[in-house]
């Protein structure tokens, strides 16, 4: 039987794998070694961790490699943010296209990491989240609409709600773009430093790179 605990997943390995492909689709310069590098290193992590996952191996070893599995990502698109930054500041053989579409494979990459963070991290897991009614979460990180509305009984949200990836990736969105909080609320110092970093990482990325695009274009 299908569980919204497996549809999720499926949506981070997706993701994943999408992250690694906008990263091996820049330019060389903004990458770090050879491009191949990095969709090696995750490809080494992911499928233990499918493995792991199709025969059930325990949550810790699952989650373990799971945060693994991001940090490699989150570090190789930091890295892209620094070199962007580094030839914004330095080169003037930079194309208006170059610029744009290499900041915005960065930027969305930057949502598909934080994304996946905030899935992985919130209230200790997926795992965890799913042995509890929305409502009765444990040391929830993220505080969602539907989570204050379970509690006062609004009949319109069903009683089994739980947030899924689909809603972290949301969130993640809005923070890249608004820079703030927007209906879902960070609860926890961690859920408050990563939102922060994301915000900053996608404030520089964008305001860098549309200044100097625009002065490029014009």
């Known amino acids: 039987m299908r569980t919204a605990l497996d549809s999720s997943r499926w949506y981070a390995t997706v993701t994943v794998l999408l992250a690694v492909a906008l990263y091996a689709l820049l330019p060389p310069r903004y990458t770090v070694g050879p491009v ?3 969709p090696v290193l995750v490809l080494i ?4 961790l499918l493995i792991m996952r199709f025969r059930s191996a ?4 699952q989650r373990t490699a799971s945060i693994v599995l991001i940090a490699i990502v989150n570090f190789f698109n930091a890295a892209s943010v620094v070199l962007l930054v580094y030839y ?3 080169s003037r053989h930079m194309t208006g296209v170059e610029l744009l579409t290499t900041g915005a494979q960065i930027w969305i ?3 598909l990491v934080f994304a996946l963070w905030y899935w992985e991290l919130d209230a200790g897991g997926p795992y965890p989240r799913s042995l509890h009614a929305a409502r009765e979460i444990p040391s929830a990180d993220f505080l969602f609409p539907q989570m204050s509305a379970l509690v006062g009984q609004t009949a ?7 947030a899924q990836f689909p809603d972290y990736l949301y969130l993640a969105f809005v923070t890249a773009t608004a820079f703030s909080p927007a209906d879902v609320m960070p609860l926890s ?4 430093m990563l939102m922060l970093v994301e915000a900053l ?10 200044a100097r695009a625009v002065g490029v274009l014009s």
């Not at 325990?58 to 070893?61: D, L, M, Y």
């Not at 110092?189 to 408050?192: G, L, V, W, Y």
């Open 201 to 210: 990482i996608s404030l520089v990325t964008l305001s860098l790179v549309l």
């Open 189 to 192: 110092p961690m859920a408050k």
């Open 36 to 38: 191949w590098v990095a």
């Open 156 to 162: 319109s949200i069903p009683a089994d709600w739980k």
């Open 58 to 61: 325990r949550w810790g070893a």
């Open 88 to 90: 914004i500041l330095t």
């Open 45 to 48: 992590v992911l499928v233990p």
């Open 109 to 111: 990459t930057n949502i």
